[in-house]
């Protein structure tokens, strides 16, 4: 078993889902893994707000009327356990629910993960292709230079701002004429980072860049840190 699957099974281990050989070699695997100790320790508190918290969101009333129905139809249960412990079958359809209810969450965070993988994937492998074709227009300001394909699609790259700080993000600008669009935002930082613009760059067009609020803004605010003035080939 490598990494990868044991990774996958930290809901099932805090659920109590393994046993054997399957939870002895988990459990050597997670003493070792920050990781999983951290999901193992953030699915139990899922479980645990799952099934007791009394504020969850209604279930749907077609749902509802259905499990009334499948419960009243069974006759009262116990589970016994070792120690003189006893459970009520309806806390067992609790922890059950609230263990489907957590599997489910984590398949989500699993596909969003993917999704984010392979979002971030297209968007470098369209940096790349603007890159091994463009021309290069230096920028005033900053060490910053926009790469512009023959398509007009752009990349923005600049090295070693600073970071744009708390609660704040750069924002890069394409200009053209009375026509100011916001092309995209970026955290600045050490090294060399890379914007693919979000707006093409016609000819004698401005790209710029402000430090603006989180999450940008519609128009420029803040002054502009940097500009590169796109010329005619």
Known sequence: MDDGSLHELSAAYALDALDGDELKTYEAHLAGCERCRADVASFRETAGALAYDVDLPPVPETLERRILESARAERPNVVPLPRRWVIPAAGVSVASVAAAIVLGIWVVHLSNSLDKQRSRNRSQN?????????KMTPAEGASARVCIAPTR?????????????????????????????????????????????????????????????????????????????????
Request: glycine share 12%; charged share 20%.
């Open 153 to 233: 699609k752009a990349v923005l790259a600049v090295d070693n701002l600073e970071s744009a700080g708390p609660g704040k993000t750069y924002e890069a600008w394409v200009i053209a004429g009375r026509r100011v669009q916001p092309a995209g935002l970026f955290r600045g930082g050490a090294g060399r980072r890379y914007l693919r613009l979000t707006k093409s760059v016609p000819m004698r067009a401005t790209v710029a860049v402000t430090r603006e609020k989180a999450g940008g803004v519609s128009a420029p605010t803040g002054a502009i840190l940097l500009h590169a003035d796109v010329k005619p080939s």
């Open 126 to 134: 369209a940096i790349v292709s603007i890159l091994s074709d463009c």
